[in-house]
Every structure is written in C-alpha cells, then in structure tokens.
C-alpha cells in the first residue's frame, strides 16, 4: 500500500496544465555561474534605514493564524512561501528491515557547531518513513541539492509505500555512509553522515493531536568535494555547490548570485562617532 498523498491535500501546485506552462518559458540556463556583485547600497551609513522608499507605497493587513475558521494548510502556504530561501535536504535513511528511504526535506537548517547539530521539521500527524526510520535506528544522510540533480531529488517526494526504496527513481548514484548505514547521493557536493540527538513532538492546540516533530541530528562525518572547498576545510564554494532553494508552492530558484557584507565594527568603536551618539540621543527623545 502506497504511503498517504499529502501533496493532494496540500495543493500546492497552482497551475491546471503545468506542462503547457512550462513549455512556455524560457530554457533553463545550466551555464550561469557564481557572480558577485557590490552590496545593493555600498555607501550605507548608520541611520540609513532601508535602500528604497518602496515600503511607503504599501498597507498592511493582519491575519490570526490561531483564527478558528482559518485551516492550517493555508499557514503552511503562507510560512513556506515567505521563509524563503530555504535550503534543501535530500534525506536518506534506511528501516530496520533494511529499506534504503530518500526524500527532499525544506524544513531543515544548521543548528549548532559544537556539537555540529542539523533540524529537520516532519510535518504531519502521521509519521512518514524517515521520521520512523529515523527514530528507530538513529542514523540519517543529508545530501545538499545543487541544480544539477534538482529534478532527481524532487522525484524522491512521491508516495512509495514503506517497503519500497525511493533511489531506484532517481538514477543517482548511492554512497553507502563510511559510520552510518544510509545512502548519499555521490552528484552532492556536500553530504553529512549523522547520528540522531534528540526530538520534540510539537502538538496542536486545538486538536490535542500532534502535528509536526522536530529532530535534530548530530554530523560525525561529511563529504566535500575536493575542489568544492579551502586548503583549511572550512568555507564551501558557492559557485561549485549551487544550491537550490526552496520558496512557496512549487518554486524553487538557484543561489547564483550575491556579494559580502562584512559585520559591523565593534560597537566601542561605533559609539565614538558622533553621528552615532546623536542617533541614539534622537531615538531616546522620539521614544521617551
């Protein structure tokens, strides 16, 4: 028996024939690189406030996402389409009877360096292979999603029953973990092998029931391409991970452009300006 069809219920994809729609874009163009850029406003000072007066022209309008007649899909909608971007993790796990399970994973974000903990959010009231998987035997890969094999990770997300190992569908090449048992995908720049830390059942207020679980996952060994990183094995390339990320509904885009932006000075330093002092001395005026 297939596992449920959430995407159903979700909805997610706008479009009545997405095929047609498709074909009536332009082809997607595999060649662009990396290309840094200046920040949008070099010349920003302390006090500056925003790039553009674009944000007058707008209202705002409120919304209660505790509101007893509003669904919870629709803030699932709404929360997914503006935490943006968000990076993608194909999550591999493997069952007790040995199933090799993958599937793409949005909720998830690095979480702690010491010790190095990743999150990744299951949603649902019904556990889905890799939450169970996950609990009961404690090991996960993630593998970040580059545009290169965006379509491959995507198909991971269809329905197969437990019994059923999604890789098959993907043509990708899996990697058996070094410490753990799960598969990586060999096309990721970047992969994680992990170990299970902890978790947290997050339950609805109104139903009682519980609606999501939150995991996190501890890295005991990661895989970098060569090439893809320093001689100090720190900072990644961007240009040669190209990460996909993750909007609302069905979009997704690709992090292919960008600039630094150095932290600001120690606040000892800034405090002796005096454009400095008078913004602070003009906040306690208007505010008092």
């Known amino acids: 028996m297939e596992a449920p069809d959430k995407e159903a219920l979700v909805n997610r994809n706008p479009h009545a024939d997405f095929s047609t729609v498709e074909a009536s874009r332009p082809d997607y163009n595999g060649s662009c690189q990396w290309t840094p850029t200046k920040t949008p406003n070099p010349g920003w000072a302390y006090g500056d406030g925003a790039n553009t007066n674009g944000w007058q022209q707008h209202s705002f309008i409120e919304i209660d996402p505790s509101e007893p007649t509003r669904p919870s899909n629709l803030n699932y909608k709404l929360m997914i389409s503006s935490t943006v971007p968000r990076p993608i993790a194909l999550l591999s796990t493997v069952s007790d009877s040995g199933v090799q399970n993958v599937a793409p994973f949005s909720y998830f974000q690095a979480v702690c360096a010491d010790p190095p903990l990743y999150s990744i959010s299951f949603v649902g009231e019904t556990p889905n292979d890799s939450l169970r998987n996950v609990l009961e035997t404690r090991e996960a890969c993630i593998s970040i999603v580059s545009d290169t094999f965006i379509e491959a990770a995507n198909a991971t997300s269809i329905n197969t029953p437990p019994h059923i190992s999604e890789w098959p569908l993907t043509g990708l090449h899996p990697l058996a973990g070094r410490l753990v048992k ?24 109104n139903s009682g029931k519980r609606t999501a679980t939150l995991v996190l996952l501890r890295a005991v060994l990661f895989h970098v391409w060569e090439d893809a990183i320093g001689r100090d094995e720190a900072t990644l390339d961007i240009a040669t991970l190209r990460p996909v990320f993750r909007a609302g509904g069905i979009t997704y885009g690709v992090c292919l452009q960008g600039f630094e932006l150095p932290r600001p000075e120690a606040y000892r330093k800034v405090r002796e300006s005096r454009d400095a002092q008078m913004l602070f001395e003009d906040f306690e005026t208007r505010n008092s």
């Not at 799960?182 to 207020?205: G, K, Q, R, T």
């Open 182 to 205: 799960p598969y990586y995908a060999l096309e990721s720049a970047f992969s994680i092998e992990l170990e299970y830390h902890s978790h947290h059942d997050i339950v609805s207020p």
